[in-house]
């Protein structure tokens, strides 16, 4: 079957005349370099849909010569091709699609590995990949803890601005079932920091639960956790050690109406903190809230997000739930919202099943998404991942007093940003701002915005 391509409208909370290209990556069956298969497989002993908000499909490759299956490290380009960072052959390896995710960021990539013959799974550590050098076991099971205990089942779960966020799981019900500590790893310098264990006492409470986890751009890491009466909170865990509460249940949410518990991994970006949140004593009454360091706002009513991405831009990608329906959105580092994809009605004459997002789904202008799809004709089931072209998503750097507009205005907002060494003063990227800048700022505004 052809690749799949559409052009849908832009639907969001703020007008625009732009579409959102979806073109097909790849599906099963798809062959890759080095003469490769995609294969998918359920994971038996997890029930149908997804769990903790991730697909739950593993994939792997098959050498169509040989027959033997690979673990891949797959990096998708702009272009829409396919390279194979690394392969390692043991047992019968695969990697979770979202689950455990290979993560990469400036030619570094950080993995889990697992292992075993379905259903009985076996963690076998954390991978590091630096640019150029050789593929490292980071972290494996039975290693100690930095503050005692050994580890169980590391997994990698986030790679943000060099750390590297790792949570230690029970494995019963499937990987990351059980969260019981979080660590941070500065990945230049391999030094593992623990966090956050179940027990420990945390601004007055005893931890009893992490449910779920993010992460912020500086190191932070962000956890739901919960006591053992249930009681949640929200929490940033900074690299020096502070502690910074943004919710709880029982605070009144912008509604009116008293949270009960939150969700979603919550996200650090510069407006604040992005989460979904359910008010007490109506489980449906979902959506995704912003905490900008002091006041609460609703960011898109009715959406609860099961996982998020996030790009050097602040923009998210999620994948949710919203009221019923599976979502691909976007909130953007303007806080509005793009529903990209709905499970609500068929895409290109296909039923939507299972979907979800990977943590690096998001870059530039690009996110990347999966899903489950039927042929509602024939009845069978194909799983293809999809490359959706949002436009608006890369900032527009010469507009530097932020107005949506290119005009001269915008020489005179630079030369303030030079003067007060701000952000919008660096036009070429080099994180610094100095004379060249200027050049830069002339080509950015002679180049415009789409």
């Known amino acids: 079957m052809r690749a799949l391509v559409a052009c849908v409208a832009l ?20 062959v ?88 009985l799974l076996v963690v076998e550590g954390v991978g590091l990949r630096m640019p150029g050098g050789p593929t490292m076991n980071l972290i494996a099971p039975g290693d100690a803890k930095p503050d005692g205990g050994v580890f169980t089942s590391p997994l990698a779960v986030y790679l943000r601005n060099g750390r590297l966020i790792v949570q230690d799981s029970t494995m019963s ?26 027990g420990d006492t945390v601004l007055g409470g005893v931890v009893d639960a992490i449910v779920t986890v993010g992460t912020g751009p500086d190191g932070e890491i962000l956890a739901s956790i919960e006591d053992a009466s249930n009681n949640a909170r929200i929490v940033i865990f900074e690299e020096d050690g502070t502690e910074t509460l943004v919710v709880s249940s029982g ?32 489980e449906d009454r979902i959506a995704t809230y912003l905490w900008d360091g002091s006041a609460l706002s609703t960011l898109v009513p009715g959406l609860g997000v099961l996982a998020f991405a996030v790009d050097d831009n602040d ?8 009221d019923g329906d599976r979502v691909v959105g976007v909130i953007d580092r303007d806080e509005v919202y793009t529903e990209i994809f709905t499970s609500a009605v068929p895409f290109m004459g296909l039923d939507v099943g299972v979907l979800g997002i990977g943590n690096d789904a998001i870059d530039g202008e690009t996110v990347t998404f999966s899903g489950l799809f039927t042929d509602p004709s024939t009845f069978e089931q194909t799983n293809i991942a999809f490359r959706a072209t949002v436009p608006g998503l890369e900032p527009c750097v010469a507009d530097t007093n932020g107005d949506g507009v290119l005009s001269p205005a915008d020489f005179s907002a630079w030369i303030m940003a030079f003067n007060d060494r701000s952000d919008a003063c660096d036009q070429n990227g080099d994180d610094l701002c100095t004379p060249a800048d200027f050049s830069a700022w002339i080509l950015n505004f002679n180049l415009g915005c789409g």
Not at 39 to 61: M, Q, Y
Not at 315 to 322: E, V, W
Request: charged share 20%; net charge negative; hydrophobic share 40%.
């Open 315 to 322: 923009n998210l990608a999620l994948f949710g739930i919203d």
């Open 251 to 282: 605070d009144v949410s912008p509604d009116g109406r008293p949270f009960d518990r939150f969700l979603s991994p919550p996200m650090l970006i510069d407006a604040g903190v992005v989460f979904s949140g359910r008010v007490a004593g109506d």
């Open 11 to 30: 639907m969001s909370t703020a007008s625009a005349s732009a579409q959102i290209v979806i073109e097909e990556l790849y599906r099963e069956g798809t």
């Open 32 to 119: 890759l370099a080095g003469d490769r298969t995609v294969t998918f497989e359920p994971i038996a002993g997890l029930s149908p849909g997804v769990d903790n908000g991730k697909p739950i499909e593993h994939v792997f490759t098959v050498d169509l010569a040989t027959g033997t299956e690979y673990t891949s490290l797959i990096e998708w380009q702009n272009d829409g091709s396919s390279v194979v960072l690394d392969e390692t052959n043991i047992s019968v390896p695969f990697q979770f699609a979202g689950y455990l995710p290979v993560l990469a960021e400036d030619g570094v990539q950080a993995f889990s590995l697992v292992t075993g013959e379905l259903p």
């Open 173 to 198: 019900g499937g990987p990351g079932f059980a969260r019981d500590s979080l660590h941070r790893i500065d990945v230049g310098t391999q030094q593992i920091t623990q966090v956050l264990s179940r």
